[in-house]
């Protein structure tokens, strides 16, 4: 049996990528023609004419018909659908591989560290400043409460913020 | 076949697919457009713009799962069918021979003496 070069793949990569082939189906589909092509090498067809009898079929009109009734066909289900966020719609049909489903998806979480992070921040520079300005430290007083809760805040939000990370190194790894 | 054909065959895409499966394992979908193809004679063909739909419909419904493979440098992608899907194969299958037993049954022209039975 005939087999395509990785060039004569790339050329039906892009004849595929050129009409708008869902990014869901493209490898699946590129395979599928290059099995194509192969088969019609091996009956005796130079790689030129199979190319041309092969794309005449999956031409850009087949390409966007498939397209359309694969978007209808796999829509989410009412129940789905109650389910989904809005991200998952939004991202329905889209690259969420690229990296924007994923930071919009933890967008909420990274705001609540950063601010957790920050007023933390605050509160112990406020109660630094305070023993500099003076006043006899003990963590029995008002500053000294302020200093431990600061400290709290950002152990708990540089905590949050390694396990995020964890999260996402783990699921990249996938 | 005729155009027309096509339209009874969208109704039993489904069925043939499981039913492929159910057969043959682990496939992949130029094999099943193939198998289709050789089991016919060339009766029936089905495109790829038919196919794939349907085959990503069965692995979102929970019927189908899937494995990646790279073969020749590229990704082939293999379905094979869950436990569920072995169940739904089997009820589908059934469910269609049924089908076609009812429509020969409609297709016959009446016998003339039968009535009065």
Redesign the interface.
Known sequence: ME??N?QQ?AILYRHLDQNGTDD??I??????????VEHFMWIGLSFETALEKVLL??NAK?VR??RE??QI??TMTADQLREASLDDIVFEFRNKAYGAYDLRQEYRKSLRTALVLSLGLAMMLVALLSVFSGQKWSYMSVWGAIWTLGLVAVTYSGATWFQQRMQHKYRMAE | MEPSGNEFLRGTLKTIVLKLLTEQGRM???EI?QSVKERTQGEVVL????L???L??LQ?EGLLITE?VE???????YYTLTPRGNETALQKVSDFERFVEVMKHLLQPVPALSIGQ
């Open positions: 087999k395509l990785p793949v869901a189906l490898e699946e589909l590129l395979d599928h023609l290059a099995c194509e079929e999956a087949a018909h498939l009734i694969y066909e796999l | 992949y979908g130029y457009t495109t790829f713009g038919a794939y739909p349907v990503h419909k979102q990646s073969v020749d440098g590229r990704l082939r992608k």
